[in-house]
């Protein structure tokens, strides 16, 4: 008979873990930014720039390639998952999707997009400021959906995943001489820094509270830059430098907007940069084999429509390779990155 009994206080404490599982501290979570967290919105737009063919996400559910740069998830998506919310955040332009599972997580971002207007021009996607545009759409249909109330509830407790920059330096200053003739790369550096100051009032102003916003990677490990490199396919160091620079610009502009907007968590994922920097040197460390090119194709240059699955030279085992094309991680990659800032997430966010 004894073993039957079952003490009050355990029951207690499963319905209290019931409650914390089910009465999520982060209801929901809502992505903007560029190819690092797209998640299939240039499907719909008239860009070369898309990813929604194979062998883009042959690792990802159902081997179904959705627009991710990547061959399975990206990081979204695996942050979603660690904060108990669905495995992968849905794009807002996707059809297939519906405001009943955007009500969870919702993704605005735009491969090839920058925080400079002029970035997105350059292969015609979707600028920032309509990436706005579509999340106040969205509020109001999530309002419709749930009630007001239970609206703002969620858009004020969802966790807001900012990352963009490096087109807006790589595809645009580096590219073409619009930006080149009016900035140094030090101004053009603040300048870029102001318009994300900018843009993190602004959805601050729409109700925003909890935001991660993610700096430049190692933009000169990116394959693509490396083999424009003449000498010996090294890293372009000087892209790495103008990184850290920006990010450390971004740092203090965290630091500011924290001080001045009142109930705002502001982080900065200083360690995301860190993080690829070590995999892209020490890859075997990682369980990598490749870091200097690319699985897809000749891993040196090609991306979007130039990664094919016509091409015969693609690697089998993208667990093997850092990069997937020449400008993005494989899925393996992403977890990694995610892995490294989590901890810091969950903490600062998840109350
Ligand atoms: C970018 O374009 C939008 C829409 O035309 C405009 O409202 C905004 O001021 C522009 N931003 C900058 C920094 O020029």
């Known amino acids: 008979m004894a073993s039957l009994y079952i003490p009050v206080w355990v029951l207690l404490t499963q319905i209290l873990m019931h409650f914390a599982k089910t009465g999520a501290k982060v209801p929901a979570i809502i992505v903007f930014g560029d190819s690092s967290v797209d998640a299939g919105n240039n499907n719909v737009i008239s860009t070369l720039l898309k990813s929604n063919f ?58 090839g997009t920058g925080y400079d207007n002029a970035t997105s021009d350059v292969l015609n996607v979707i600028p920032l400021w309509q990436e706005v545009e579509y999340y106040k759409e969205y509020q109001n249909k999530l309002r419709a959906y749930l009630g007001r109330r239970k609206a703002n509830r969620v858009l004020s407790g969802a966790l807001y995943l900012v990352s963009l920059g490096t087109n807006d330096f790589l595809e645009n200053y580096y590219i073409f001489p619009q930006r080149q003739s009016q900035f140094t790369v030090e101004q053009y550096q603040d300048f870029i820094v102001g318009l994300s100051g900018n843009f993190l009032r602004e959805i601050y102003s729409l109700g925003a509270r909890k935001i991660s916003l993610t700096g430049l990677p190692p933009m000169g490990c990116l394959p693509l830059e490396r ?42 994922t200083e360690s995301a940069y860190d993080a690829i920097y070590q995999i892209i040197k020490k890859p075997t460390s990682y369980g990598f084999d490749v870091a200097r090119v690319a699985c897809c194709s000749t891993g040196t240059f090609e991306m979007s429509y130039l990664c094919s699955k016509i091409n015969p030279l693609t690697c089998t085992d993208a667990n093997k390779y850092v990069f997937w094309d020449a400008f993005h991680p494989t899925e393996r990659t992403n977890k990694i990155i995610v892995d490294n800032i989590i901890g810091l997430l969950l903490k600062e966010f998840n109350n």
Not at 98 to 107: E, N
């Open 54 to 111: 194979q062998p883009y996400g042959r690792d990802f559910f159902g081997g179904r390639p959705t627009g991710r740069f990547s061959n399975g998830r990206i990081p979204p998506d695996f942050i979603s998952e660690a904060f108990g919310l669905k495995p992968s955040v849905p794009a807002y332009l996707d059809s297939m999707y519906s405001i009943s599972d955007f009500a969870t997580g919702v993704c605005f971002a735009s491969a």
């Open 227 to 268: 083999s424009t490199n003449l000498f010996g396919h090294e890293c372009v160091e000087d892209y790495n430098k103008v990184a850290l620079e920006f990010n450390g610009k971004l740092k203090g502009l965290v630091k500011k907007l924290n001080e001045d907007l009142p109930r705002l968590k502001l982080v900065f």
